[in-house]
């Protein structure tokens, strides 16, 4: 089709207008599969916005591990919130659902670029996470750490330490320091729940 064609076929008055084109999504007719969206929350306030929005029907997931924590001089084992300051949300999300979860109190924000590119996570991510809660299998805050990525360790002989993440076993890793001017590097065995990125 030549340019000339184009044109007699789309007049000006038949061309979808920016306010169509919304009203055409709130209408439900630009539909998008269910996904799993991050909603940032404030801190602490996880729990009040999955019970916000759970009242509204919006289906949520907010994984919680046993954590120790000391009050009063006494150790209490509380749950908190595996992904602190997140609550997922599965839903197919056009504009009038997303400005519902806006609503929210103590919302910060729904991951993603804008209400139509929402950044989304794997089923399979949420379902590694679903199997861990409901299999009360131990678990805790882990940095989030690739092989090849500048770390510092925390704690130990090696504490403020920083190097190189070369491989990374469930709790062991190998840390690489370089003199650069010598071009020689060293290696030592590290515990990966020790080190966070650099």
Not at 39 to 55: G, I, N, P, R
Not at 104 to 133: F, K, M, N, Q, S
Request: net charge positive; glycine share 8%.
């Amino acid at each position: 089709m030549n340019g000339a064609t184009m044109t007699e076929a789309i007049s000006p008055t038949q061309a979808i207008s920016p306010i169509q084109d919304v009203a055409a999504v709130c209408d439900g007719a630009v539909s998008t599969s269910p996904a799993w969206h991050a909603l940032w929350t404030q801190s602490h306030c996880e729990q009040l916005v999955h019970d916000q929005l759970a009242a509204k029907g919006f289906d949520l997931f907010l994984p919680k591990i046993d954590q120790w924590s000391r009050r009063g001089g006494l150790r209490h084992l509380i749950r908190v919130p595996m992904f602190s300051g997140y609550v997922f949300l599965r839903g197919a999300m056009d504009k009038a659902s997303y400005i519902e979860v806006l609503k929210a109190r103590r919302l910060v924000r729904v991951l993603g670029e804008r209400w139509d590119r929402l950044a989304t996570i794997p089923d399979g991510e949420i379902e590694a996470i679903r199997r861990i809660v409901d299999a009360g299998a131990p678990a805790l805050p882990y940095a989030f750490l690739r092989e090849g990525q500048r770390v510092r360790i925390t704690h130990g002989p090696l504490a403020d330490l920083e190097g190189i993440l070369v491989r990374t076993k469930p709790n062991r890793g190998l840390l690489v320091v370089s003199v650069d001017l010598l071009r020689r590097s060293v290696a030592a065995h590290v515990d990966c729940t020790w080190v966070v990125p650099a």
